[in-house]
């Protein structure tokens, strides 16, 4: 921000020759002038200030003897000089800027995500029927009541947001999972849950195989840390393990701790459907541990989507506390 700022307002870079440079920056300092970027070369020195600042060189330049001289200059009032007798040009940006900013307030094109089984063209038309349209301005349309009435309209979504996108409004949609549904007379008075897990498995995995190890150890002696290596490169993998002296069943605080630093080199391999649907169900099954810990599961159907990326296996269960 700081860096923008400056660009804002514009700096230059000066040259200071043939006088006591010590000096010229030491009352630079003392007049609360800032020059940054200092740097003494043969017979002169280089620094960068503000156009405000820059002003104020001359006279203590030659106070000391020397002139300050303009290299190089940076910024927005530099850029814009050139336009100062072309006042069409500089209204036409202006114009340009304001028609930008008032275009922007309009919506130019309609996006529809994330659903399957209601169809584009519903959707469409619901959005075009409440204003959702290309041409309608962003301020005429009531989001919030839209999607309310989006909801109610299609009993198979389930969540519904309009996001604005600059200048495109993207529909957002999420679509109701048939549960499954058990026995009756086994679910009556019982504390039944559903739930519904998603696991994903992508067929492009690595492999990683070790190049090297590079091992360091430090020695602990009460409060002070000894290394004992000169040079420590990072690992892609640290293990991390201590060993501390014991007396009469009470640790003490001396002892070492060794650090592996671990080198890896990954490959990258393709798995078939097969061993891409095993995975997608390892994953499953490690989250229906994580999740269901203390559940009995009553019922469960699923389903497999696999295309050539990756595999989707949902599921969609009855739990019962144990």
Known sequence: MIRFFRWIFGYVSFTFKGGFFENFITDCFNEGIEIRNIAKCEDYFVGCCNLKNYKKLHKIA?????????????GLPFILLPLKNRWGFAVGMVAFVFLLSFLSTFIWNVEVVGN????????????????????????????????????????????????????????????????????ESE??????????????????????????????????????????????????????????????????PIGITKQEELFIKS?????????????ARNKLSYLEKKEFDGFEIINKSESVDMDDDKCIIKCSYVIRRK
């Open 267 to 279: 490959t990258p391999k393709m798995l078939d459907n097969d061993s891409l649907e095993n995975l």
């Open 116 to 183: 399957s089984k209601v169809s584009n063209i519903q959707l469409e038309t619901f959005l075009e029927n409440n204003n959702v349209k290309k041409g309608s301005m962003w301020s005429s349309v009531d989001r919030d009541k839209i999607c309310w009435e989006l909801l109610s309209e299609f009993d198979d979504l389930s969540y519904a947001h309009i996001n604005r996108v600059g200048t495109t409004a993207v529909l957002e949609v999420n679509e109701t999972t048939d549960a499954p549904v058990g026995d």
């Open 187 to 252: 679910l009556r008075g019982e504390n039944v849950f559903r739930k519904e897990l998603e696991a994903v498995a992508y067929r492009q995995q690595k492999n990683l195989t070790v190049k090297s190890r590079n091992e360091y150890k430090t020695l602990h002696f009460f409060f002070i840390d000894m290394p004992l290596y000169i040079n420590k490169k990072a690992g892609d993998i640290t293990e991390e393990s201590e060993s501390w002296v014991t007396l009469f069943d009470k640790t003490l």
């Open 62 to 74: 030659r106070k000391h003897g020397g002139v300050v001289k303009v290299s190089h200059k940076y």
